[in-house]
């Protein structure tokens, strides 16, 4: 029999190795230097081989064999001879990988006083740590299911944190904000008063919408591509956000989102503050004249952020449910709430996002609209009642997408476009309503042709790993050694 090479055995096995050597040794009484007297070695070099450190020759290991009476075959096993030998083991594997070594800790040396409960204690923090590490790599299922539990715990709410709310509001009278859309020289002064400094730069990490050098009190944003644009303005209090609520590292896909969506919102509430937010709202619908776009540009701000905005305060101060869509041009559904118990579409897992929407709806049937610089306007008669849908399209390098917000027939009365004669039928997801193409096309064309699927790249992408989840933390200490002042 050969001893396995030193090229091919593992630091695991001569650690098994070295306890079943020590074990047998000790059960027969020996010292290292009275078994090393009887092999022809140094206590001093047994005991490397007992802790791992040295592969002892097979003639060396045959003579271990005989002067403990075991076979070679016993030595070599990779079961841990004992329930101690085994805790040791799993200890020196959990502290030389790479999960433990990134945190930068120094390994726990095992001396003989310390007791099994100690050990037991140590791994299970190894334990939690290995398991809070593969949640935070998720998988596309993972990341699914933990965004349709956030889309249903926020639909349960209302769309509404008070909490972030009042911190907005907070924020804003510090900073002299009393009312019409938020200026770029305000924003600057609510971080001046976090104590950092707004500074605009071309190299931000292609990951990145905003790197904060905490050690410098700056934030560093991309430059205005639209002098005055609604995204600096949000990105900056985004930034912010994540400071004024606390924010740690991730631990979880769960925990990720959680802290995206709270930035969004804290940088909406801070741009169409509740106070005056609900005020314009509520004198919309005393007028019957509700309207997206009115909103939207009461504020300064995208069509989208109205829209989205709308989600938070017309059921918790008007009492209207409603739902909002953004729709990509082949109609799969990005983003999505709904409280109005409008129909969606959804997976098995009771995921949204992805989708496709129905042909008769309006986020898909816009598209085919000749005017698209106003709102279009619908009534669509589902199998869960009719809705009223007010839809805006737009167009990024991406593609086209649409923004739609709608509302249960009734509560169409306090909208502007409530007038529309346009009416759809939709019997989705009965797939004979818009899913299954007329027979007589689908017997011409059945086993004629074959399409070739585009793949999004985003569903195959967990959440990376690193300082920074969701960005290359490399990039980023790059761009800040670049841009630090000089010490």
């Known amino acids: 029999m050969a001893l396995p090479t030193a090229a091919s055995t593992t630091p695991l096995h001569l650690t098994t190795l070295g306890h079943r050597i020590r074990h047998h040794r000790l059960s027969r009484g020996f010292t290292l230097d009275e078994l090393g007297e009887q092999v022809g070695v140094a206590g001093s070099q047994l005991s490397l081989i007992e802790n791992g450190k040295r592969e002892p020759k097979l003639s060396l290991l045959q003579a271990i064999a005989g002067a403990t009476g075991v076979e070679v075959t016993d030595l070599l096993s990779t079961e841990p001879p004992n329930r101690r030998a085994a805790l040791e083991i799993e200890l020196a594997r959990a502290q030389t990988s790479p999960v433990f070594r990134q945190l ?9 006083s310390m007791t099994d409960e100690t050990l037991e204690s140590i791994l299970a923090l190894h334990r939690e740590l290995q398991r809070r590490e593969r949640e935070a790599i998720a998988t596309p299922e993972e990341a699914r299911r933990a965004n349709t539990e956030l889309r249903v715990r926020m639909r349960d709410a209302h769309n509404y944190l008070p909490d972030i709310e009042r911190l907005a509001e907070k924020q804003l009278k510090a900073a002299g904000h009393v009312s019409g859309a938020l200026t770029h020289r305000t924003v600057s002064i609510m971080a001046e008063q976090l104590g950092f400094e707004l500074i605009y730069v071309n190299d931000l990490p292609h990951s990145a919408r905003s790197v904060t050098d905490l050690e410098h009190g700056r934030i560093y944003l991309p430059p205005a591509s639209i002098p005055g644009g609604h995204g600096l303005r949000s990105m900056a209090l985004q930034a912010m956000a994540h400071r004024l609520l606390g924010h740690e590292r991730p631990t979880d896909y769960a925990d990720f989102l959680q802290q995206r969506l709270e930035i969004n919102y804290y940088a909406a ?38 829209a989205m905005r709308l989600t938070n305060l017309l059921t918790h101060h008007l009492g209207i449910p409603l739902h909002f869509l953004r729709v990509d041009g082949n109609g799969g559904i990005s983003r999505v709430y709904e409280n109005d118990d409008l129909p969606v579409p959804m997976d098995v897992t ?21 005017n698209r ?29 649409s923004i739609t917000v709608g509302v249960p027939f009734d509560d169409a009365k306090w909208f502007r476009g409530r007038e529309t004669a346009t009416r759809a039928t939709s019997t989705c997801p009965d797939e004979s309503c818009c899913r299954r193409p007329p027979a007589d096309v689908a017997s011409r064309w059945s086993g004629k042709a074959w399409p070739s699927a585009r793949v999004h790249q985003h569903m ?28």
């Open 350 to 370: 009771g995921s949204v996002e992805g989708q496709i929407v129905c042909r008769q709806w309006s986020a898909r049937s816009a598209f085919e609209e000749q």
């Open 460 to 487: 195959f992408s967990p959440l990376p790993r690193g300082a920074f989840p969701g960005v290359d933390d490399t990039e980023v200490y790059a761009f800040l050694e670049r841009h630090s002042p000089a010490e």
């Open 373 to 401: 610089t106003t709102e279009h306007y619908q009534y669509t008669d589902t199998p869960a009642g009719t809705f009223w849908c007010s839809t805006q399209t737009g167009v990024t390098r991406d593609g086209e997408f």
């Open 104 to 112: 930068g800790v120094a390994p726990i040396k095992v001396t003989k």
């Open 269 to 306: 509430c801070c741009l169409m503050p509740e106070t005056a937010a609900v005020s314009f709202l509520q004198q919309a619908k005393k007028d019957r004249n509700l309207a997206v776009e009115d909103f939207r540009d009461a504020f300064g701000v995208t069509h989208e952020a109205a």
